[in-house]
């Protein structure tokens, strides 16, 4: 009996020793100290052993089990070091890894554009100066010598709310609004951007809502030199030193007389090309001397003072800068389209 004790003894302590996890472990002291493990098992034929034998067995069956449990306890916790060891290891920070970039966004590229004119002419002296979206009829078109019935007024289809009341088609209603702000006291320096909006359907260069800035200079001895000094300053300033420009005769109710600005055309040198279409130059804005209405209107003596205006749209000057093709672009927020802007500031 003693021998076969002594032979699980060293079969327990031989698996206890060889156990790979705490289940494992647990699974050894039930099955060998349990009460129907194999000691008990054994000790269950102690009735045959004489009396002098018996306590003899008892304390040796005793002394396995408790270098048994001993063992156990010791290889458990040795195996619960492991097992926070290996928890450690596989949660280790590794504070030399770089970290992951902020994606930052930047700011939309007509933003800059508009911004880039404003500071320009900021630069010069003017006011930036902003109006309604929706606007009565009377500035978008009256006070800018357009009555009712005006054929003038079909060169901006025009959403209307009401009769009276519509989403403006250009920043001039701006001009005559901050006109009247002035009672009839110069000077006014002001350039207005913001949302315009016409009855267009949109392609590559027509969109039913664009952006437009407006200028305005009204003082005395304004004359038609200093708008075109002025045009000068800016086509070459965002366009390129080597820039030229030619005013053009046109109409426009508001001014008088009326002219368009064109910039020689930077990617044929003045030869003609598709982008010129062949004329060597490009149409930039529209400008003139205030009529005389309009600074009646306004409340200004157009005896006593003069102004120049201008209008333009920055979508077009940014696609001509950029060599953007399709004024959509800037409406559909392509990221990509987007990115291509968004340098450090
Ligand atoms: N309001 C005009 C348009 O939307 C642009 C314009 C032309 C504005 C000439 C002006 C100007 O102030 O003088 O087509």
């Known amino acids: 009996m003693r021998e076969r004790l002594q032979e699980l003894k060293s079969e327990a302590l031989e698996k206890i020793k060889h156990s790979s996890n705490l289940k494992e472990l647990n699974d050894l002291r039930v099955s060998y ?28 069956a005793n002394a396995i089990r408790e270098s048994i449990s001993e063992v156990i306890t010791e290889k458990r ?47 010069m002296g003017y006011k930036v100066a902003e109006g309604p979206e929706v606007e009565i009829d009377y500035y978008n078109f009256e006070a800018l010598n357009l009555p009712k019935g005006h054929p003038a007024r079909d060169m901006q289809d025009s959403f209307y709310i009401t009769e009276d009341l519509l989403m403006r088609t250009h920043t001039s209603p701006v001009q005559a609004r901050t006109m009247e702000k002035h009672k009839g006291k110069g000077p006014v320096k002001i350039i207005c951007p913001g949302k315009v909006y016409r009855r267009d359907n949109d392609d590559a260069t027509h ?27 800016f086509a070459k300033k965002i366009f390129g030193e080597d820039r030229e420009i030619r005013l053009r005769p046109s109409f426009f109710p508001f001014t008088e007389p009326s002219v368009e600005m064109d910039i020689s055309c930077k990617i044929c040198g003045g030869e003609g090309c598709r982008v010129c279409k062949q004329t060597g130059w490009i149409e930039i804005l529209g400008a003139g001397m205030v009529h005389p209405n309009v600074l009646r209107m306004a409340g200004f003596d157009p005896e006593k003072y003069t102004g120049f205006a201008f209008g333009m749209g920055p979508e077009r000057i940014a696609m001509l800068k950029y060599g953007i093709d399709d004024i959509r672009h800037f409406y559909t ?3 990509r389209f987007l990115q291509q802007f968004s340098v450090q500031e």
């Open 33 to 60: 100290l349990g009460k129907k493990g194999p000691i008990t098992e054994v000790l269950r034929g102690m009735g045959k052993l004489s009396a002098e034998e018996r306590p003899k067995i008892g304390a040796l």
């Open 333 to 335: 927020n392509d990221i």
């Open 77 to 123: 916790s040795e195996l619960e070091k492991a097992a926070v060891q290996k928890k450690l290891e596989a949660e280790t920070i590794d504070v030399t890894l770089p970290g992951r970039p902020v994606k930052r966004g930047s700011r939309h590229p007509l933003t800059k554009m508009i911004e880039e004119v404003e500071d320009l002419f900021i630069g």
């Open 207 to 233: 969109s039913h809502q664009f952006t437009q800035i407006e200028g305005l200079v009204v003082d005395e001895n304004i004359t038609m030199a200093d708008l075109k000094g002025t045009l000068e300053v």
